[in-house]
């Protein structure tokens, strides 16, 4: 299988170095720094005390890599009505692909019980995603991988256990396109399981996501700082309590180990992806982690009072640093 991957970040690299160091085929579509470190110096990754350089194709045009069996987009969800365009080379007529980002996904009223299968308008709001992409290629995706980009070209893996990319269908079930897909992640030591409600998975990461990643923006906090602070605790604990009852509303029951959730011991001093872009001056996933959530909360009328303030909160703040204009 030869699999193109869109983005050469921290989740793109971590998966692109394993695919390759396995003998998969990896087509990167990257650009700038990025693109030119591989070019000169490979890719080169760090994960659970192992320490490997391997040599993949890339380039910045889409053109160039040609027509792959599978694409996994690992770019930040603001760029992805660009990319949208931007990989129609890489697709031929079967070619699914996977966006790998956190919060709820473009694709979430495709094959939705009871729902019009429609892209949802605060990601997409053109509709340029559900042109480009189309949601029958699309296989939904949970990412658990704390990495980090150390310098162009260095991917680093932070977590003690193997990274996960959790894949499923947006119309439920399984199918062998996904299979065949989580078979060449499994052979390359990133987990891949196959679920078979995938809007699940997805709620129960982001009710991670949600609760902590914008504090983390306004605190300046790492996971076990604000799990070490009672008041930002509490903070977290409210808004994944909101964010249960606004799946709960969408018929999608999911559980919030609490316990777990207030023992600073359960957390690292990892900076989340959001807390990094934020850093870097970066577009964050706001729309998708925060808002998309809103939204819905509106639309089934559940009340979202404290994610309304650290939402209010985050968006002033990235609008007064340019990174957000939604």
């Not at 793109?12 to 650009?31: C, K, S």
């Not at 080169?44 to 890599?65: C, H």
């Not at 509709?127 to 296989?139: E, L, T, V």
């Not at 990274?163 to 439920?172: Q, S």
Request: charged share 20%; hydrophobic share 45%; aromatic share 4%.
């Amino acid at each position: 299988m030869r699999i193109g991957i869109v983005g050469a970040g921290a989740v793109g690299g971590f998966l692109a170095g394993h695919l390759a160091r396995a003998g998969t085929e990896v087509a990167l579509l990257a650009r700038g720094p990025h693109l030119a470190a591989l070019r000169d110096r490979g890719l080169t990754v760090e994960s659970r005390g192992e320490r490997w350089t391997v040599t993949v194709p890339a380039s910045d045009r889409a053109a160039d890599l040609g027509v792959v069996d599978a694409v996994v987009v690992t770019a930040k969800a603001p760029a992805l009505p660009a990319i949208a365009a931007a990989i129609a080379p890489m697709l031929g007529p079967d070619t699914p692909v996977v966006c790998a980002m956190n919060g709820i996904p473009w694709w979430y009223h495709h094959g939705r019980p009871g729902t019009e299968s429609r892209t949802v308008d605060r990601l997409d709001p053109d509709g340029a995603i559900w042109r480009g992409i189309g949601p029958a290629r699309a296989i939904g995706c949970v990412i658990d991988c704390p990495a980090q980009v150390v310098e162009p070209g260095l991917v680093r893996h932070v977590a003690p256990r193997p990274g996960a990319l959790t894949l499923g269908e947006p119309t439920g079930g399984r199918s062998d396109r996904v299979e065949r897909l989580a078979a060449v992640m499994e052979a390359a030591g990133v987990r891949a399981p196959v679920v078979g409600d995938i809007r699940a998975a997805t709620w129960s990461k982001l009710f991670v996501n949600i609760s902590r990643s914008p504090l983390g923006v306004l605190t300046g906090l790492s996971e076990r700082g604000m799990a070490a602070d009672p008041d930002t605790l509490e903070i977290t604990v409210a808004i994944m309590r909101e964010a249960q009852a606004v799946a709960r509303a969408h018929g999608i029951e999911v559980d919030i180990d609490e316990a777990r959730t207030r023992d600073p011991q359960n957390r690292s001093e990892h900076r989340s992806s959001m807390l990094q872009d934020w850093d870097l001056g970066r577009p964050m996933e706001i729309d998708g982690i925060v808002r998309a959530v809103q939204d819905f909360a509106r639309e089934a009328g559940v009340a979202t009072p404290t994610l309304d303030v650290v939402s209010t909160l985050l968006v002033a703040k990235a609008r007064q640093a340019g990174t957000y204009s939604g």
